[in-house]
């Protein structure tokens, strides 16, 4: 079974490093003003997307998987808030050009294969528009090792420094780019979990009978404990 696959049957809701807590941590400090138009990418179950709605955003939240979406909608119901949910490629984004104040992303460009995305991204955000994109990084230039197992777990094609990630989104026409509160991989997994459950979690019934998932999840978490420390993540922000 694949990570993506994995995630889908549990449901989780903040799949991304730093978990809900970086999410929440990163909107007090960069606030979205309520009335904005967001376009959450690779929304996955919703969480984020739901909290954004809730707070007075108009969000527009896309996926390609089926199956996340199908949860992201309940998610939303069961909440009562209004989200606009897509079903689309965040290669190919189904929008027309500067139509958004902020594009949203958690954990998601490295698994669209980064260039592609981030061309979009620039392309449907409204001129002054702003980027928050939290994604996975290399803390040293990657071993041949640990990028081949990124690609076998995740798929990756690529592991990109902090200073990768930098040039990937000025090249795409991003100014004021940054990362802030960058942290290490290792750091706090297992721990949001327990300080923000998600009581609008939906895992699939055959779950905790599915050994391919279980393999899955023991593959992440072998991968975390041996490269916890040479894979990091941080918060890029940038402006259109
Ligand atoms: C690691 S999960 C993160 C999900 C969510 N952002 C979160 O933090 O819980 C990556 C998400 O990106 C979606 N995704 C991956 N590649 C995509 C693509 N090319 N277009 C749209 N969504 C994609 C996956 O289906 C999945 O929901």
Not at 15 to 20: F, K, L, M
Request: charged fraction near 25%; hydrophobic fraction near 40%; glycine fraction near 10%.
């Amino acid at each position: 079974m694949d990570y993506l696959e994995m995630l889908a049957k549990l449901g989780v809701g903040n799949a991304h490093p730093g978990g809900y807590g970086a999410t929440l941590e990163q909107l007090k400090h960069w606030p979205i003003a309520p009335g904005s138009r967001v376009l959450e990418v690779g929304c996955g179950t919703g969480r984020t997307a739901c909290h954004l709605a809730r707070n007075g955003c108009v969000v527009t939240a896309l996926d390609f998987r089926e199956d996340m979406l199908a949860k992201a909608v309940k998610r939303a119901a069961e909440e009562g808030v209004s989200v606009h949910f897509v079903q689309g490629d965040a290669r190919r984004l189904p929008f027309a050009a500067h139509g958004f104040d902020v594009v949203f992303l958690e954990s998601v460009t490295l698994f669209a294969g980064v260039y592609e995305p981030v061309k979009e991204y620039y392309r449907v955000l409204k001129s002054g528009g702003a980027l928050y994109d939290r994604e996975m990084m290399a803390l040293n230039l990657p071993s041949p090792e640990l990028l081949y197992e990124a690609k076998d777990l995740y798929g990756f094609d690529m592991l990109p420094t902090q200073q990768e990630w930098l040039r990937i989104f000025e090249q795409a026409g991003f100014r004021e780019v940054l990362c802030w509160n960058p942290g290490k991989l290792s750091q706090k997994v297992g721990e949001d979990e327990s300080l923000y459950p998600d009581f609008g979690q939906t895992p699939d019934q055959d779950t905790l009978i599915n050994p391919e998932l279980w393999q899955t999840a023991l593959r992440y978490h072998q991968m975390i404990e041996k490269y916890g420390d040479d894979l990091g993540y941080g918060l890029f922000v940038s402006k259109k």
